[in-house]
């Protein structure tokens, strides 16, 4: 005697393939969804985090440098204005 109907086995493979049928539908709208938002996204001329990531240690960069500028021309300026007395006193001699 069969236990299982025809009917049920009909209705569990229905069930299973409307299962992966709606599965693949749900990837299909994420990847249709990303690709508007990426769209959007780059219409409005946003950066990613990379481009972000990049601009910023540039940024650093220059700030570093700009640093270690001014503490040169300090130093010269310094320097300068020590060598300035002794060239007068040479003139005045």
Known sequence: MQTRSKFFDDMSQLMTNAMGVAQGA???AETAMKGMID???ADRDFVTREEFD???AMAVKAREENAAL???IAALEAQLSAD???ASRKKAD
């Open 26 to 28: 749900k990837a299909e």
């Open 39 to 41: 769209r959007w996204m």
């Open 54 to 56: 990049a601009a910023r």
């Open 70 to 72: 001014e503490a040169r």
């Open 84 to 86: 300035a007395p002794k």
